[in-house]
């Protein structure tokens, strides 16, 4: 029977579908599986589901001689190593498309956490300090009728889009792809980056994360903003130089911050941007609600069994390993 080792324990239904007909190892702990134990663990597998967590490199192949596919239950494949995975021919596998509607939901809470100080408020309540009504307590920026600058309209950026325009807020876009069709369907309007960092309240980041986008923003990008503005990222941290954004946030060079992501990922405990009052971070969880993540992992599952079974997986990263 074939084997499948799966890197944390995922949610039933998901390991209800590879246990209908393989051999299912689970590394059960709530925290991301050592390496020296992955690397043994994967020695026999047929199959490895990993997360983010997990680092797919050359050591990781040569650890696993029978794998056939990597399943990664995330959009994003940075922690993986395509060009390894090709030649060794492993089918590689991500979830795109089940978590979009839920990770531009709360890109935009973050958006709306940030502006109006949702969360120095609550922390505010809680100390104690709340003594009496005050007309200057924590005033943020509006949102309705505010500029919604877009850069990466893929699927999330789309979708972000759409909640912005529930706010009446203008919206203008940044992608290497230019989308006519949508700018004529939506009234969206397209901008270069740097005309978009000048004229964008609201500046949220939804592109992948390559070489082109390594520290995308930094301190040239954060001076070309309003002093007034705010940066959201749901995507991946390196996109953000986070030391050049904190620098940016104390002066007052741009007006507030609202991360998912970070780089390093965890964030330290001490890193000074923690302490202010205009960012918000919040520890990578834009899918997690429960419907989403049951279906990140369901696709998951779904797409080791079909390429175990000699069948085509519905998310292949890498098709030319199925098409050779």
């Not at 596919?69 to 922690?79: E, H, T």
């Not at 792809?177 to 901008?191: N, T």
């Not at 998912?260 to 969880?285: F, G, K, M, S, W």
Request: net charge negative.
């Amino acid at each position: 029977m074939p084997k499948v080792y799966v890197t944390r324990d995922i949610y039933p239904e998901a390991l209800e579908i590879l246990r209908r007909g393989l051999e299912v190892a689970v590394w059960d702990e709530d925290r991301a599986i050592p390496r020296d134990v992955l690397l043994r663990e994967i020695g026999d597998a047929d199959a490895v589901l990993t997360l983010l967590t997990e680092k797919v490199d050359q050591e990781f192949l040569d650890h696993t001689p029978k794998a056939k596919i990597v399943a990664n239950m995330a959009v994003g494949f940075d922690n993986i190593d395509v060009p390894a995975c090709t030649r060794r021919k492993v089918v590689v596998t991500n979830t795109p498309g089940v978590l979009t509607e839920t990770t531009a939901d709360f890109a935009f809470a973050l958006l709306m956490a940030v502006a109006r100080f949702v969360v120095p408020g609550v922390g505010y309540v809680r100390d104690g300090k709340w003594e009496s009504w005050s007309p200057s307590l924590f005033v943020g920026r509006d949102i309705h009728h505010a500029t919604l600058g877009i850069v990466g309209l893929g699927r999330i950026g789309q979708e972000m889009a759409k909640r912005g325009r529930g706010f009446d807020m203008e919206i203008v876009y940044y992608d290497v792809y230019r989308r006519e069709d949508l700018e004529q369907q939506h009234g969206w309007r397209y901008a270069e980056l740097d005309d978009l960092l000048v004229e964008a309240d609201f500046v949220t980041v939804h592109v992948d994360l390559n070489d082109h986008t390594r520290k995308l923003f930094s301190t040239e990008a954060f001076r070309k903003m309003k002093k007034t503005a705010y940066l959201i990222n749901a995507a991946r941290g390196p996109i953000i130089d986070l030391d050049a954004l904190y620098q940016a946030l104390k002066s007052g060079e741009i007006g507030g911050a609202g991360l998912d992501v970070t780089d390093p990922e965890p964030i330290p405990a001490d890193h000074p941007i923690l302490q202010l009052e205009n960012a918000v971070v919040c520890p990578h969880i834009a899918s997690a609600s429960l419907q989403t993540r049951t279906k990140m992992a369901i696709l998951a599952a779904e797409n080791v069994v079909a390429v175990l079974r000699g069948d085509r997986p519905k998310t292949p990263v890498n098709p030319e390993v199925l098409d050779s």
